[in-house]
């Protein structure tokens, strides 16, 4: 019989002649990614998810209540319809001669016509290029010009600073806007502000598929989907090259990886796309959302109506990054500190019980939870099942806190843009405090780096993380310098200080330092001004912070 989960677990993590270490579990004849048959393009892991659940709820927004006042409940399009409307934007792009490997922006918060435009894009071997709706001017310009755009979709709001931007982007033609709302309205067609700019509105793009029929082009694993522009620390922004075949990859990977814990996604689960589809992680999440043909509800695009829209969609998974969750913490316990005493003494009691079980790897109390702890939790995300941090490391006390308040798996997972997003994750039942180890097919090691002390022969291991994968970028669009830099005999050098952890013989590994970005001191010391910023801006009064070294 087939060894279970727990032994295969501490199965032995033997490093490779190489040093590097992978899945140890993991085979890809017996477990190949989506069973032996992958899509050959990320639209193609779209319909995926539509033959699962061809008349299931696909994509959702609030539409405004009748007197405009504020936004009632989620509506939602179903796959099919969505899959109609994806075509659709294929067939508009073509017929504006935007063909096979040209490349569109997205200039936007998220919203429905967002997803649309990408996957519409890419059914017809389209490249989309997101663009941070919060970029200034120069930085937006940078990009629409470095990745040759010719059309730029592009959200109401940020309208005018694309308009003035036009006369310096010469490859720019066509602009279209974007409602935040809806996707079926007609409100923007008679707004003279686009009108007079030489734009146009989402619904008249979406008119010109009527009587427009051009058949998908071939699209093949290695052909382009989006380039990623990271600001880096310093310099112009790098144009992150990432192909079909890198999603496919990410997303089957995890796939294997969640069921593999004894997690497996079904089209009932739901997610909020709230963290900005211009980052990698929110990508990564609703694709592989999609790609199981569950729904996607998009929020208003304002933090301070996160848990309005929470409690209006209650989704069962939720991804979200240290800040987020340390405001949830925050949240809670101001609750509970306006309480009366009885309720303050019963949930620090309750959840001290929780946190003992969650550090020892115990099951949790059925008892505390049903008598306090699944109230907190009703009021937030009554429905959540999985929690994914990203972005950043989570501390071991909000990690913990979440897994008793929650009463779910929290997991910890690594990785950036050029990775797809994670490619290192933590077990559902791990410990805190570690990113845990490679995801199915993902190779790593640890390179030494004398100069500040650490050398992958130390007990525990540790150096400047290395990675190898079917997902990991190709390189940096007209950037050959930089993928020299990040890209070494198909490892991706990260920058990031890692150990192997000796707490399994499965091997985890913990970001402890970064390579990039440190300071030295008058009397020798390294400083991390990450770890300084994200303490900092664990405070409520603080909104960005930069910590600089002299």
Known sequence: AAPGWESLLKMSSTPLPDGSRTCPWYDPDRLPFFNGSPPQSVYQMFLRGHTKNPTGHCIGYRQLQPDASQRGDY??????????LCEQVGHALRSLSINKGDKVGIYSRNNPSWMLTSYGAASQGIVTVPIYDSLGS??????????????????????????????KCPTLKHIVVMSMFEIDAAATESNAHITSNNAISFNTFLSLSSNANHPPEPITPDDLFVIMYTSGTTGAPKGVMLKHKAFIDSVGSAEIFFQRH?????????????????????QQCDAFMYSVGGSVSFSQGDPKLINDDLMACKPTVFPGVPRVFARFEEKIQQSIGKSNPVVQLLFNFALWRQSINVESLQNPSDFWNALILSKVKAQILPNVRLVINGSAPLSPKTNDFLKAIFNCPVVQGFGCTETVGGLLCSGLRSKSGSVGGPLPGVYAKLVDVPEMGYVSSACPPQGELWLKAGCITHGYYRNEEATRDALIDGWLATGDIAQWNDDTDFGSLTIIDRKKNLFKLSH???????????????????????????
């Open 138 to 167: 120069d930085a937006a310009e940078y990009v629409i010009n470095h990745a040759e755009l010719s059309a730029v979709f592009v959200e109401e709001k940020n309208l005018d600073n694309l308009i003035k931007l036009q006369q």
């Open 524 to 550: 020798g010391e390294y400083v991390s001004p990450e770890r300084l910023e994200l303490e900092y801006a664990k405070c409520g009064l603080v909104s960005q912070i930069w910590v600089y070294g002299n």
């Open 262 to 282: 004894g997690f497996t996604f079904t089209s009932q689960d739901s997610i909020m796309s709230y963290l900005p589809l211009a980052h990698i992680f929110a």
């Open 75 to 84: 509506v939602y399009k179903t796959y099919q319809e969505t899959k109609l």
